[in-house]
């Protein structure tokens, strides 16, 4: 089985544009998180969805957002691009939500840079 | 989710088994005790994860104390493919990952 993919695998933009990210998660999978990674830091939470419903959200502000489509696949919208947003992005796909703790598992990443 | 501690940076020889700490003295009942780790990167890969019992898969071993306060990560036999930052998590029912600096494990040849 494929794993989680996202897409694409790198983007440049300059500060005030918008950019997307795409995610696939595993197949089975209807929970899709995302997280912003900054060059020497441990990954943050942004999102998570399931069921196509916001179901968390981290400190982030609101030019980030995010969505879900009936297949679980999930865009992140990052609007008003910052130098600071310059960082490796991770989608992250589990199986179900609540009950259980269901391992999350990540994609390989979209590194964004924001000139 | 509780606030684990391990220490920067460590290394270990090809081939030996290297042992990663992780502190996670505030841990509550319901929280998993979840590794994972990234290669240069990478996206993080999810290695072994616990509750109470000492786990062990393909990847590697989770020893777990009796207290749960701490536990160590066993890679029996660390090749140079092993380097990477690992991150010790606790985890409870909630969706987000919690994610602190991680040890970064050099394997020496």
């Known amino acids: 089985d494929a794993g989680v993919t996202q897409s694409p695998t790198h983007l440049i933009k300059t500060r005030g544009q918008h950019v997307t990210l795409r995610c696939s998660p595993i197949s089975g999978h209807k929970s899709v998180s995302w997280y912003q990674q900054v060059l020497g830091q441990g990954p943050q939470f942004i999102f998570q969805y399931y069921e196509k419903e916001e179901r968390g959200r981290g400190n982030f502000p609101d030019r980030f957002s995010a969505r879900q489509f009936p297949n679980y696949s999930s865009e992140l919208n990052v609007n008003a691009l910052l130098l600071g947003d310059s960082a490796l992005y991770l989608c992250a796909s589990k199986s179900a939500t609540g009950g259980l703790v269901d391992t999350q598992y990540f994609g390989p990443g979209t590194r964004l840079t924001v000139l | ?109």
């Open chain 2, 1 to 109: 989710d509780a606030k684990t501690t391990q220490p920067p940076s460590m290394d270990c020889a090809e081939g030996r088994a290297a042992n990663l700490p992780c502190n996670h003295s505030t841990i509550s009942g319901n929280e998993y005790v979840y590794w994972y780790r990234q290669i240069h990167s990478q996206g993080p890969q999810y290695i072994i994860h616990g509750l109470k019992n000492n786990e062990t898969n393909e990847m590697a071993s989770l020893i777990i104390t009796e207290d749960r306060k701490s536990s160590t990560l066993i890679l029996p036999h660390a090749t140079l493919r092993d380097t990477a930052v690992y991150y010790c998590i606790a985890r409870n029912r909630d969706d987000k990952i919690i994610f602190g600096k991680g040890t970064r494990l050099h394997i020496l040849p």
